[in-house]
């Protein structure tokens, strides 16, 4: 039963479309991550909702808009895409623990996303 | 900036131990120390987690440096399995990834 699920798993694409990426997470976290791993390997967070609402946005340009329909998911929609969004995408989640202690992030597999 | 810091590449062999180092000097006293680590083609896995007291758990061992500016893996026997990109973490508000360390384990 796999806690955090992303799909596509692969996804090619040509310059300019718009596509989503979908994360859903079955661990009753409050908070969900998007991270971005580029072709050096750097994983970079771009976004994280707690609870559906937005509260980390990393400088990520705006064609990039996500979504928490709720707060077990939370999707990714990249319009007009550009060859540098060639990437694997990574969704998270965790549960903030109160006081000091964080929980530890669950990643899915990863979206590896071609842009030619 | 992840602010912490780790060499790139580390080498050891099968079945010895190894010591995965890190340096995050600039660590506040209420932040907890996380490492993960990605194996080839997989998403990031959680692997250990400590504040000041050295934490063990079946994956791993954690030592925290008295004045918490350091603390260092442990993998008590590498396996040909260990072999990926162990990231060190300082807990924070935003989750951030260093380049980590690529761990090469011979047989």
């Known amino acids: 039963d796999t806690a955090v699920s992303q799909t596509p798993k692969y996804l090619v694409t040509q310059m300019g479309n718009d596509k989503s990426i979908k994360c859903e997470q079955n661990?009753?976290?409050?908070?969900m991550y998007w991270y971005k791993q580029d072709s050096k390997k750097f994983l970079k967070i771009m976004f994280s909702?707690?609870?559906?609402?937005?509260?980390i946005n990393e400088t990520v340009p705006n064609r990039f808009s996500p979504k928490s329909p709720d707060k077990a998911h939370l999707n990714l929609h990249i319009n007009s895409l550009e060859l540098g969004d060639s990437a694997v995408y990574f969704c998270?989640?965790?549960?903030?623990?109160?006081?000091?202690?964080?929980?530890?992030?669950?990643f899915g597999n990863g979206t590896r996303l071609t842009v030619t | 900036d992840a602010k912490t810091t780790q060499p790139n590449s580390m080498e050891s062999n099968e079945e010895e131990p190894v010591h995965l180092p890190c340096n995050h000097s600039?660590?506040?006293?209420?932040?907890?120390i996380h490492w993960y680590r990605q194996l080839p083609s997989q998403g990031p896995e959680y692997v250990i987690h400590?504040?000041?007291s050295n934490v063990n758990n079946r994956m791993a061992s954690l030592a925290i440096a008295e004045d918490r500016k350091s603390s260092t893996l442990i993998l008590h026997r590498a396996t040909l399995r260990d072999a990926a990109v162990y990231y060190c973490?300082?807990?924070?508000?935003?989750?951030?990834f260093g380049r980590g360390t690529s761990l090469i384990v011979h047989p």
């Open positions: 909702y707690n609870n559906k609402e937005l509260i």
């Open positions: 998270a989640s965790s549960q903030p623990g109160q006081g000091e202690a964080r929980s530890p992030l669950h």
């Open positions: 600039t660590i506040s006293g209420t932040d907890y």
């Open positions: 661990l009753g976290h409050d908070t």
């Open positions: 973490i300082r807990g924070s508000y935003i989750p951030t």
């Open positions: 400590g504040l000041t």
